[in-house]
């Protein structure tokens, strides 16, 4: 069983819907969580961060965590064809160490 | 803004050869990262560094080596390149515990 599960997608939204990306994790000492973009033959980019269960909220992003189930979400509403990525789950233990998922591509269609 | 830079983004090498990817923050971050990227496999993270002249084992080092003498200055050495080492490199840089990690543009190293 890989540490970080994501769906690979990818996962095909229509404009101006909402974009739910699910990641479940292994290490129970994860304390962090974050959630990278990365548009094709780019780096990864920081979107969001969660440490505290419940949801987050940063304008056309969510994030909700739930660490009795070890579930980390990240929800993208009004979907734009800008959001056309790979997002990267990515949790963070002990020691500065990020552990990433493989990634879901997501596909906004106009 | 964290500036992250790499020594060269696109880079061909022949079987045998040694690589340096160098890697340079400025930002004054204690911790730094090398990570491939593969397609079907995500970002794998090869080693990284707490301080200068630390450096610990990421998860899949072999094959791989590193130098880290001054803090702003992260290098990844392939002591004898290998085609399996055709690959995307990133380089990342990363202060706290709750901070992000920044990355780097990325080598897409190919081996020939």
């Known amino acids: ?110 | 803004d964290v500036k992250v830079t790499q020594s060269s983004r696109y880079l061909v090498k022949r079987t045998g050869e040694k690589v340096f990817l160098e890697c340079v923050q400025d930002m004054d971050h204690e911790n730094m990262f090398w990570y491939r990227q593969d397609p079907g496999l995500g970002l794998r993270l090869i080693y990284f560094s707490y301080d200068v002249k630390m450096k610990e084992k990421g998860d899949i080092p072999e094959g791989y080596s590193v130098s880290r003498e001054k803090k702003e200055r992260f290098s990844l050495i392939l002591e004898s390149a290998s085609t399996n080492q055709t690959s995307m490199y990133l380089c990342a840089t990363h202060r706290g515990q709750t901070d992000t990690q920044y990355f780097g543009p990325g080598t897409r190293l190919t081996v020939l």
């Open chain 1, 1 to 110: 069983q890989k540490e970080v599960e994501q769906n690979s997608g990818p996962l095909s939204v229509p404009e101006g819907a909402i974009a739910s990306l699910n990641c479940t994790y292994s290490d129970r000492g994860s304390q962090s969580f974050f959630w990278y973009r990365q548009y094709s033959g780019k780096s990864p980019e920081l979107i969001m961060f969660i440490y505290s269960n419940g949801d987050k909220e940063d304008g056309r992003f969510t994030a909700q965590l739930n660490k009795a189930s070890q579930y980390v979400s990240l929800l993208i509403r009004d979907s734009q064809p800008s959001d056309s990525a790979t997002y990267l789950c990515a949790p963070q233990a002990a020691g500065n160490k990020l552990t990433f998922g493989g990634g879901t591509r997501v596909l906004v269609k106009p």
